[in-house]
């Protein structure tokens, strides 16, 4: 926002003289200027905000926006990275992370919304067929340039963050499938065992099993060692 040189339009300097002359008309989102050939600049001032073009006045805010939102998205990326011990736990981390890749997205299209706005003002005059008396011809200047470049780049940036994230806020989900699924018999039914009707308390596990499968599982719980719960656990 405080470079120059944002258009640029030169008069002058076609030969056709034993005095060549010429002087470069630049102008930025706070002043315009002339720049003769023994390198004296005179500047104006814009005086104030109502008498600047509407889309000087476009151009800055949105960059102002862009900016702004750029320094909470700066704030909440540095909170968030695991080299620093403030953000809280490491879930907390990286949403903050992510809310800064939203804000640097929103501010890195704030700002490039303001350059494609001066850029096609710029274009207009550039291209148009009949321009008005006194009116001049501008170029795109190097800031123009430099900004779409750092527009680019923080999308870029944007991105990367979001890709270190996502996979730790979102993690793959995986699809287990369950064989026997419950039965469900009426109430009237319940409490019985659908093979033999009665039941019979187990010795080892003082629970009721089936008559017909009482066998089969005491052999099975005689055969199956007891693990302590840190066995089990683990």
Same mark, same amino acid.
């Given at each position: 926002?405080?470079?120059?040189?944002?258009?640029?339009?030169?008069?002058?300097?076609?030969?056709?003289?034993?005095?060549?002359?010429?002087?470069?008309?630049?102008?930025?989102?706070?002043?315009?200027?002339?720049?003769?050939?023994?390198?004296?600049?005179?500047?104006?001032?814009?005086?104030?905000?109502?008498? /600047?073009?509407?889309? #000087?006045?476009? &151009?800055?805010? !949105?960059?102002?926006?862009? *900016?702004? %939102?750029?320094?909470? @998205?700066?704030?909440?990326?540095?909170?968030?990275?695991?080299?620093?011990?403030?953000?809280?736990?490491?879930?907390?981390?990286?949403?903050?992370?992510?809310?800064?890749? /939203?804000?640097?997205? #929103?501010?890195? &299209?704030?700002? !490039?919304?303001?350059?494609? *706005?001066? %850029?096609?003002?710029? @274009?207009?005059?550039?291209?148009?067929?009949?321009?008005?008396?006194?009116?001049?011809?501008?170029?795109?200047?190097?800031?123009?340039?430099?900004?779409?470049?750092?527009?680019?780049?923080?999308?870029?940036?944007? &991105?990367?963050?979001?890709?270190?994230?996502?996979?730790? %806020?979102?993690?793959?989900?995986?699809?287990?499938?369950?064989?026997?699924?419950?039965?469900?018999?009426?109430?009237?039914?319940?409490?019985?065992?659908?093979?033999?009707?009665?039941?019979?308390?187990?010795?080892?596990?003082?629970?009721? &099993?089936?008559?017909?499968?009482?066998?089969?599982?005491?052999?099975?719980?005689?055969?199956?060692?007891?693990?302590?719960?840190?066995?089990?656990?683990?």
């Amino acid at each position: 926002m405080a470079m120059d040189y944002w258009r640029v339009s030169q008069v002058g300097g076609q030969g056709g003289s034993f005095i060549i002359k010429v002087s470069w008309y630049w102008s930025n989102l706070w002043k315009d200027c002339s720049t003769d050939s023994k390198s004296i600049t005179s500047c104006k001032d814009y005086a104030v905000l109502w008498n /600047v073009s509407y889309y #000087v006045q476009a &151009v800055r805010g !949105l960059l102002m926006c862009g *900016l702004t %939102i750029g320094f909470f @998205a700066v704030v909440c990326c540095f909170i968030g990275m695991e080299c620093t011990y403030i953000g809280g736990a490491e879930p907390t981390k990286d949403k903050l992370v992510f809310s800064g890749v /939203v804000f640097h997205f #929103v501010g890195g &299209v704030s700002s !490039l919304a303001a350059y494609c *706005l001066y %850029i096609n003002r710029v @274009a207009r005059a550039t291209f148009a067929s009949n321009l008005p008396a006194g009116q001049l011809r501008y170029e795109l200047g190097p800031p123009i340039f430099m900004g779409l470049v750092g527009c680019f780049l923080i999308f870029f940036g944007a &991105v990367l963050y979001a890709v270190t994230v996502i996979s730790v %806020i979102s993690p793959d989900r995986k699809v287990i499938q369950v064989y026997g699924g419950p039965t469900y018999m009426p109430s009237a039914y319940r409490g019985t065992s659908m093979n033999t009707g009665y039941y019979e308390r187990s010795q080892l596990y003082g629970s009721y &099993v089936s008559g017909r499968a009482s066998s089969k599982i005491s052999r099975l719980s005689q055969a199956t060692p007891r693990l302590s719960e840190r066995d089990a656990f683990v």
